[in-house]
């Protein structure tokens, strides 16, 4: 039988710290131990992903459901579009996706966000974890969106893009939150009134006992955020292993292979095996692209050498043309011959261009809402094998075909698995987080399908 001891306070390394003391073996019936709110679709995919590989049985829900949660898993990830949205609505979505998942009866969560920190001065990662920190009545909690995989690692409490500072890195120029400062003290310290301080190199180095030292030191010396530096898995699993007693931990989905180490060590997976293989997805199948990220151009580009593509303009949505119209026209055409792309991606000075007529909300929405519409006429016209490029593309996208919830299947690339679709509609989705994939991710994606 399932035992949990309540969350209470644990005495260690001569500081008391909140404790979410699981302990025993699990059955299949018991509730799911992990629960995640993720801010964007393709983010909670990319985690589910993760946790999957590492031995994390994980189901992943397109919001907020309203059914009760299924059995049989360890993990629960909820997947949210409330990185770019207001404030106040993120706050409650995300406490809302909390209430769900405690009285699924989760013990530990992670509040899921872009490994490169997605955010404005107004938040949301601050004030999302702010809140979710009071609501659970902790107060010390960890950041750490470091996902070495993808290039993205944490020093001395700045982020790198590859061998760039965040801010030299392409996503200055993103759309909806250019990231123009590369210190996640400072840019978390203005989205929060908490104090945040930072786990340095030399200290994530000495392992996880080193670790848990430095969170009760820095919970002494008042620090309730903390900035987790990382550089490799390893630097992310002792981390997870130190964290696992933390009630809410934040990060990128590279810390999910810390929490799944510490779930695997103290022998709390479940080990029978799966009930239902992957199903076998045929039908047509497509890409559509609202990603303007530099890992997408180049992917569009190629793409476009070798397969029919269309192009979305918010200038001509925003002057009436019914884009997504002459779209499906086009698309139904040339759809029996292989898979098409419709996209809007482009570069900065376009997508700038367009945001000083438009508007950066006006211009995103209006490209949204066309991509939105025109995945579920592709999906009415027999598509059922899907990719759809662009973290608040692909809620979007989801949101308007009404897919609930996920499984996961085998990964095309580091944080892109493919995934299907819960429900009566069997589909084959895969959802590409802005700058991942390689070059030829949507030309090679079709081919690991099982
Ligand atoms: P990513 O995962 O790369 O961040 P998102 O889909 O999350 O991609 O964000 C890209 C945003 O840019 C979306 O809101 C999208 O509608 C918007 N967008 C896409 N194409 C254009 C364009 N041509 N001009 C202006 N905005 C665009």
Redo the contacts with the bound molecule.
Sequence with gaps: MTRFRSIGTETNAGAEIQSIGMDASRIPEAPPLLGCIAD?F?GATDLSGTLVKNGVRTVQMMGVPQSPPPRGIDAIVVALKSRSIAREEAVALSLDALAWLRSAGCRQFLFKYCSTFDSTEQGNIGPVAEALMDKLGTDFTIFCPSFPANGRTVFQGHLFVGRSLLSESGMEN???NPMLDSSLVRLLQRQTKRTVGLIDYSTVRLGCTGIRNAFAQLQRDGVQMAIADAVCDQDLREIGLAAGEIPLVTGGSGIAIGLAARLRQDGMLLSSPERDPLPKVAGLSAVIS????QA?QRQVAIMRDHAPSFQID?LSLASGVDQVDQAMRWASERLQQGPVLVY???DAA??KN??TLLGAKR??AL??KALADLAVKLVDAGVRRLIVA????AGAVLEALGVRGLRIGPEIDPGVPWTFALGERTMALALK??NFGTPDFFLKAWSMLP
């Design positions: 964007d393709t993103h759309p909806l609202g990603s303007c990220s997408t918010p809007a991606t482009t376009a997508v367009a945001q211009a995103g490209i949204e662009g973290g608040e593309t987080s802005g």
